[in-house]
Each structure stands twice: as structure tokens, then as C-alpha cells.
């Protein structure tokens, strides 16, 4: 029974968490934009926003299992709520730099900060073996319905106010204090998580970002995730949709549509990689329907018609995340217990350094004619040398509970 209720809090702070990233990503950048700052200076706050998530998600997520899994959680909550409040009380460009480096703000409305690792690494201490890989694609698919209610409330609600006579600002400031109540909210719900989320025995054996049995393969499968991060990097949403624009002169509103589509296909797609997990086996699985999404993906641009394009493009979304609650399922099963967080922590931090670097990239190759589609087939390229290099090294280190 107290396990079940630490599971329904879980799934509650994901739910709530990422409602709040959408409800503010809609927002912030015309919040600050109202407030006075420059294109340059909201990027460079966007950037010092994330540079500062890495650094202060590493130290917590790696870690947690040592100083307790609830405590960060409880950390990370609180300096949502900090940055939140700094952002709707200053318009100062230092103060908001800090809250920035130090606080928890998500400008894209993706998951950050060390929430996910942690708490996946909790449901994994949570939940028997056999039921991690159904748990996680559940717990992904309530955030990315949460982060596409969230997106969609924070837009409506700022634009009714400035209906009602608001100004556009305070209508933003609206929806800041909306994403303060947020990280309030779920700080609330971690309080209410029992020790069950504990590792029963914190290691005292010297390690490296909180890793030591299992440091090779969490090395490993960082470099691999890495890879994988920088590719799909290369194609984020954004940038498609700007290639829509540009390819086929598609307006904004059928952009939105198409998108709205994928996403939802998405989210399904990662509820069906369930029972081929227990049929095949979560590495199987991960790269074998990664490999035909893969290559939907370089075939995108090469469609002759904005019709064919679409279809290619909502059947790869389709499939598209198969790979990911196997993916989080398989690194949570390999890893010792006790190093959980840690490895979820290093991996994740992998994945967002390797997404950083790539956006530039594509956005230089979308800058020349004769280039426009080879963001989508340098990243199918790269995404299937990462498929074919996880299995080679991975296929033969079984999760327990596919142990025969």
C-alpha cells in the first residue's frame, strides 16, 4: 500500500512538473522580451539556463543515492520554486542570470533538472522487474500529455487576460506565478514520498560521479546516448518546422497541426513498445524499431509532395519512441541498485550535452539552398551507426529479468 501511493506521487510530480515546463515554455521568452531584454540577451539566458541545469542536475543526481533520493528531489523542487518567484519578481539581468544558474527553468518545456533520474531510478526500487519497462512508458506518455496540456493552457490563459484588459506582461507574470505554484505543488508531493524510494544500503566504496560496479557500462551507454542526442539534435521540432516552411511554403497553423499529430502518435508509440519488450527483449527492441524510424527519417526529404512528406513523417513519430521507456527500463536494469540515480544522472547529462552542440549545425546547413535536407540524413546516418553500435556491444548483457 505505501509503495503504491509513493508510485501515485511520483506519477503525480511528472504530471504536474511538466504541465508547468509547457505552461511556461509558450511564455517566457515573450515574458522577457516584454521586460526589456534583447534577442541576444534571452538567448544567452536561455543558454546560462541550461548550462546551469547540467551542472547543478550532475552533482544532485549523482548524488542522491548516497545522500537520499527524497532530499534531492525536494532540493530540486525548491529551487524550481526559487527560480520561478526571481523570474516573476526582477526584470534584473543579474538576478535573472543567477535564478538561471542555479534555479530550475525549462525555455523549451522538456524535461529538466534532476527530477527524471531520480525518479526513475525511485520506481525502479518501487516496481518488481517485470513491470519497470510498462511503468516507465506510462510515466512517459503522462508527461508528454502533460507538457502538450500545459503548452496549449499557458497560451489561452495569457491571451484571455490580455483580452480582458491585462497587459501583455502581467499576463505573462500570470503564468510565471502559475509555474512558481507548480514547483510548490510538486515540492508538496515529495514530502509525501516514503523511504521506500531509498537505496536500503548507500555504498561507501569510493566513486566516480557517484559510480563504481557499474562505471564501465554507464560510461559506455552515456558515449552511445550521447550520439544518439546529437542526431535527433539535428532535427529538433523547431527546425522542421522551419523546413516545412521553406520546402513547401506550409503556413504556421498546418505546421502546428502536423506536429500536434506526432507527438500524440508518439507518445502511443512508446505504450506499444511494451509488449515487444517482452516478447523480444528491451535492447532488441530499442534498436530494431529504431532502425526503421531511422530511416523514415532520411527518407522526409527526399518525398516530392508536402502530402507524401507529412505521411513519412507521422509514420516514423509512429515508431519513434519505442526506444525510450526501453531505453531508461534497460540502463536502470543493468546498473547496480544502489547506483540507479547516479547512472540515470550521467546518461541523461550525456544526452544533453551531445543535444547541444548539434541545433547550430542544422541551422547552418538549413542556411544554404543546396543543403536543406541534409539535417534529416545526417541524422538518420548517425542515428543508425548508434542502433547498430548499442546492439554489437550490448545484446549480450541480458536485464535480469529476461534471464533465462
Partial sequence: MRQSKDIIL????????????????????????????????IGALFSLTLAGDAGVSLWLTTSADRLGRRRMLIVGAALMVIAGVVFLLT????????AAIIGVISPSGNEIGPFLSIEQASLSQLLPAERRTNVFAWYNLAGSFATALGAL???WLSQALQ???????????????????AGLAILL???????????????????LLGLHKSRQVVFKLAALFSVDAF????????????????????????????????????????????RLAAQFGLINTMVFTHIPSNILLILVPLMPTLPL??????????????????RQSYTMAV???????????????ARSVGASMAPALSGALLGVPSLISAPFILAGSLKLIYDLSLWRQFHGLTPPEEAK
Fill in 153 to 155: 493552457s499557458g497560451g
Fill in 309 to 326: 512528406a507529412i505521411a513519412v513523417l507521422l509514420l516514423r513519430f509512429s515508431i519513434s519512441q519505442m526506444d525510450v521507456p526501453t
Fill in 91 to 98: 526584470r534584473n539581468l543579474v538576478l535573472l542570470a543567477v
Fill in 335 to 349: 546498473v547496480a541498485p544502489e547506483e540507479r540515480s547516479s547512472a540515470s544522472g550521467v546518461t541523461t547529462i
Fill in 189 to 207: 508531493c515529495f514530502l509525501g514520498v516514503s523511504r521506500a524510494v531509498e537505496v536500503a544500503a548507500p555504498s561507501a566504496t569510493p566513486s
Fill in 231 to 274: 542526431a535527433g539534435a539535428l532535427v529538433v521540432q523547431s527546425l522542421v518546422a522551419y523546413w516545412f516552411s521553406i520546402r513547401f511554403g506550409v503556413a504556421p497553423g498546418i505546421i502546428g497541426s502536423i506536429f500536434f499529430g506526432a507527438n500524440v502518435l508518439a507518445g502511443i508509440s512508446a505504450l506499444l513498445a511494451v
Fill in 163 to 181: 483580452t480582458s484588459g491585462w497587459t501583455s506582461i502581467d499576463s505573462y507574470r500570470a503564468v510565471l506565478a502559475g509555474y512558481a505554484l
Fill in 10 to 41: 511520483l506519477f503525480s510530480t511528472r504530471i504536474v512538473r511538466l504541465f508547468g515546463y509547457g505552461f511556461l515554455s509558450v511564455v517566457l521568452a515573450l515574458y522577457l522580451a516584454d521586460a526589456g531584454l534583447s534577442e541576444w540577451g
